[in-house]
């Protein structure tokens, strides 16, 4: 028996190549329209903070931590402003789907973030003293939600405000979430202030679970505005 493939799927497979070639060519002229300069302020803000706290000194434990999160929750507001886009209103046909470039836009400034607070997590290990517990995973973990919060909220934001301030209003967002969560009772710590002491796992195993969330949102917040 003879099975022919549908041509709905054929048509789709077909689809995958060209959308990926697409957003390829994509990369260049979106990473010259993004608006790069709130990401170049925070990454000097990041490198003086790291450097001239406590400058000459071994750096204790629980002030990198602080350092580390500040650093990661600024870099994350940074990186909404990617998104800031003219054009994001327009309800006109376009040569690719609006989520790609969504996507562009998120992991371009998305990617620069983490990379600037992943150097600046090396350079604060230096700086350490001998022994010091300082897990990068769970605190890629926290810049994981800071990020995906923010982005989710300019991914939203957007929809309905062209300008920088769609921007900040997830700036907003963000630091509201933040400081609610650091503003919890002691008994529900989510920010504990030692590494790995304490509530630490327990802090941790929930921001691993809330993680998908904000990225869940970004998503759909991505969709095409016609939809």
Do not use: N
């Not at 400034?109 to 997590?121: K, N, T």
């Amino acid at each position: 028996m003879l099975v022919t493939a549908r041509p709905e799927a054929a048509t789709f497979k077909a689809s995958l190549p060209s959308r990926f070639r697409v957003a390829l060519l994509l990369v260049r002229p979106l990473a010259r329209a993004i608006d790069w300069a709130p990401l170049a302020v925070v990454a000097v803000f990041t490198a003086a903070l790291v450097s001239l706290v406590g400058f000459g000194q071994v750096l204790p434990g629980g002030d990198a931590l602080v350092l580390m999160r500040v650093c990661g929750t600024l870099l994350g507001a940074a990186a909404a402003f990617g998104l800031v886009d003219a054009m994001s209103a327009d309800l006109g046909a376009a040569a690719v789907p609006r989520w790609v470039t969504q996507a562009l836009r998120c992991l371009l400034p998305g990617g620069v973030a983490i990379a600037i607070w992943l150097v600046a997590f090396a350079y604060v290990l230096t700086r350490l003293p001998d022994g010091a517990l300082f897990p990068v995973g769970d605190l890629l973990i926290e810049v994981g939600v800071c990020l995906g919060i923010a982005l989710a909220a300019a991914a939203s934001a957007v929809r309905f405000a062209p300008g920088r301030q769609a921007a900040m209003a997830a700036v907003v967002v963000q630091m509201a979430l933040v400081l609610g969560t650091v503003l919890l009772p002691e008994q529900v710590r989510l920010w504990p202030p030692t590494c790995g002491f304490g509530y630490w796992d327990q802090a941790h195993l929930f921001w691993l679970a809330m993680l998908p969330l904000p990225y869940l949102w970004l998503i759909l917040a991505g969709r095409d505005l016609r939809r």
